[in-house]
């Protein structure tokens, strides 16, 4: 019977964290730590791996392991970070990387891997085509103070709305 308490408990303390958990963006805007914004990011890497359009549907089997390494994920986050408030997208990220590769999904990795960098790439041809258009107007803009009034100005839209 005690068993079955401290499980309960464990269950109890690991949705607790969760609720409390607040995923810090990159804009430095925190918002509620969402499981299924992991398993969407597992889905896609799934769906560009099998060649399949976004708005096609994987079966039923697919999902479910999907569903599996989203567990996986989340329960390698609580073990190492129980006791934080906040945590980094970028250290979600790099654990459903990792979480992939341990589970020997070695090609499906590669493509979410892949689409970060991509991201990321496109993140800072955003930032650079942005101070440039600025500077060739005369405008001397420091990115960051920008980026900060993006951010107040989008509060509450977290969203719809993000500096990125």
Known sequence: MSILKNEKSSEQQKTEFFK???????????VEFDRRRVYEALSA???DHLKMKKSENL???????????T??????IYSKYHKKNTLEVETIQDHVEMTLMDEKYHQVAKKYILY?????????????KVSMD????????DLQI???????????????????
């Not at 567990?71 to 390698?76: D, F, G, H, P, S």
């Not at 970060?116 to 650079?128: D, G, H, L, V, Y």
């Not at 600025?134 to 803009?141: C, E, M, Q, R, W």
């Open 116 to 128: 970060r960098e991509e991201r990321r790439r496109i993140r800072e041809a955003s930032k650079q």
């Open 45 to 47: 890497a799934f769906k």
């Open 20 to 30: 409390r958990l607040k995923t810090i963006k990159r804009d430095k805007s925190q």
């Open 146 to 164: 920008l980026q900060r009034k993006v951010k107040v100005a989008c509060k509450g839209l977290e969203d719809t709305c993000s500096v990125e």
């Open 71 to 76: 567990e996986l994920v989340t329960q390698a």
């Open 134 to 141: 600025l500077a060739s107007k005369g405008i001397d803009v």
């Open 59 to 69: 079966d039923a089997k697919t999902e479910e392991l999907i569903d599996h390494l």
